[in-house]
């Protein structure tokens, strides 16, 4: 497998944000997630959302393998154990929940692909590290306390890896107070890749924005 599980890890760590996208359209995935990756993120989060989602994933992984062996395609939005192993036969490299489910994280921990399940509290957030998660997903990140809950978990946890989705902007004050609280990571959705882009086919402008979200993240950790 040319994306092994420390090397996925090391990707969502080094781009630091990770765009979580989803489009009906095969061909729009093609060129978002190649300007995502041209942009400095390489490692994508598709959500598994929609009629025939499978199907379509299954098609983009295709192809990237063929095209663009470099990208690291995961899967969001899992909640049980046979969703995720379809995934992963399509050639899924890391799996992302919305919830903490121990059927899914021993799945992937048998095949040795991460797991980044949703937490929103310390208990879950443990039971998740037992289970073999290296980096959890704080979600919603916004709803559940935010940078000052990232800050008061670190405190007692230092050990933590934390990566919220809901609530982290591309933008430098939202990259300053939740990257400054401690987190490894973050999720970005539709105001990373907007909906306005998508329309107009502005592959270049998603490129740039994920570019400029990139910098601007390793500008922070930098200074």
Request: include cysteine; charged fraction near 20%.
């Amino acid at each position: 497998m040319r994306h092994d599980r420390l090397a996925v890890l090391t990707a969502l760590e080094t781009q630091g944000v990770v765009p979580v996208f989803y489009h009906p359209d095969p061909d729009v995935c093609l060129h978002v997630m190649r300007a995502c990756a041209r942009g400095g993120a390489p490692a994508v989060e598709f959500t598994n959302r929609g009629d025939f989602a499978h199907g379509l994933f299954t098609d983009v992984a295709r192809e990237f393998a063929r095209t663009d062996p470099d990208i690291i395609l995961g899967v969001g939005s899992i909640v049980d154990a046979p969703t995720a192993a379809l995934f992963i036969a399509s050639g899924a490299r890391f799996i992302v929940s919305p919830v903490l489910n121990p059927e899914v994280a021993r799945l992937c921990n048998r095949r040795m692909i991460p797991y980044a399940p949703g937490c929103g509290s310390v208990t879950e957030i443990s039971t998740a590290q037992e289970l073999g998660c290296e980096i959890v997903k704080l979600f919603p990140g916004a709803s559940v306390g935010g940078p000052d809950f990232v800050k008061a978990v670190l405190g007692p946890m230092p050990w933590t890896k934390i990566m919220p989705t809901g609530g982290v902007d591309p933008d430098p004050a939202s990259i300053a107070r939740w990257f400054g609280s401690g987190i490894v990571a973050a999720g970005m959705g539709s105001k990373l890749i907007t909906d306005a882009a998508i329309r107009a086919g502005d592959w270049a402008g998603i490129e740039a924005q994920v570019r400029t979200t990139v910098d601007a993240i390793a500008a922070f950790r930098a200074g």
